[in-house]
């Protein structure tokens, strides 16, 4: 699986982004995807995943409420809506496909990573 992850950018606290991840895959319907980002100098944590079907999502704590993952099986992409920005969400954001059934959020179980694109909010 070949993930594309694009949308990053700088924007103001408080405004909002839509990241998208393109996967090069045939069967993307049969893979969970995940958002994952990291600070500098800290590691990878856990954002938001989404099932196969997109029937159930999870968030971390962080970003519950403000962030809303999302799929198109029919486009084989998967989307990060992001709104209420903070600085503490710079990072580069990372998408990430599993074959693990539920709602994987440890990175060790996502063998399949994009190449992560910049998000930087300034204060």
């Known amino acids: 699986v070949q993930l594309q992850a694009s949308g990053g950018g700088l924007v103001q606290a408080g405004g909002s982004l839509r990241l998208s991840c393109a996967a090069s895959?045939?069967?993307?319907?049969?893979?969970?995807m995940a958002w994952f980002r990291q600070a500098p100098a800290k590691e990878r944590e856990f954002v938001a995943v989404?099932?196969?079907?997109?029937?159930?999502?999870y968030y971390s704590s962080s970003v519950k409420g403000r962030f809303t993952i999302s799929r198109d099986n029919a486009r084989n992409a998967v989307y990060l809506q992001m709104n209420s920005l903070k600085p503490d969400d710079t990072a580069v954001y990372y998408c990430?496909?599993?074959?693990?059934?539920?709602?994987?959020?440890?990175?060790?179980?996502?063998?399949?990573w994009g190449q992560g694109t910049q998000l930087t909010v300034s204060s």
């Open positions: 989404i099932t196969k079907s997109g029937g159930s999502t």
């Open positions: 895959v045939r069967t993307f319907s049969e893979y969970t």
């Open positions: 990430a496909a599993t074959v693990v059934v539920g709602l994987p959020s440890l990175s060790l179980e996502y063998k399949n």
